[in-house]
């Protein structure tokens, strides 16, 4: 038997699903993946490694096609965003479609600033420079970085300030921006 290391999310997804007790982690997931279960010898290991997570990538979050369409009412119910992990990876997804969308015209972001805060930048550094605790994240594949140390009201104000920018109507432009 292998072991993994997995995140808490996906841990309490597999508990969550636990039919009867005692039922161990490979039958539930097999279960899930529809799998055969098979009665398998526990063994345990003689030392579990803990591969460290320097150096990894962060998987590239899902695409959907709402992005490439270009259509401002599709991002409401795109079904892709309630994949995405917490309100930084739905805000970060959001900004990538709205900028595979709206390549040209999404420099105009550029402009969206705090009284004594950048929001968006061309480069990790500027908004490093600018705060030390910005917590800069690329947005998607494109040139523009933001800022995600904000909270959630105020990721939403930013998006919201984006979509306007980027021709939004207003009201629409809040139905998107309360998804995040």
Known sequence: MKYIE??????????SNTQQI??????????????????????IPERISEPSMEGVEEAAPVRSAVAEAGVFEELVDDEQLPRQKGAVG????????????????????????????????????????????????QIGASPFWVSANNNTAKKRAILEEVLEILGCQKALAARIAEQV
């Open 90 to 137: 739905r805000f970060l997804y959001l900004l990538d479609c709205l900028y595979r969308q709206h390549p040209s015209a999404f420099d105009g972001v550029l402009a969206i600033r705090g009284r004594d805060r950048l929001y968006f930048s061309q480069s990790k550094e500027a908004l490093l420079k600018a705060s030390p605790s910005a917590n800069p994240k």
């Open 6 to 15: 997995i995140d808490d999310e996906l841990y309490r997804y597999i508990a």
């Open 22 to 43: 005692g039922e161990s982690a490979s039958d539930i997931l097999r279960r899930l993946l529809g799998l055969e279960v098979t009665a398998e010898a526990e063994s």
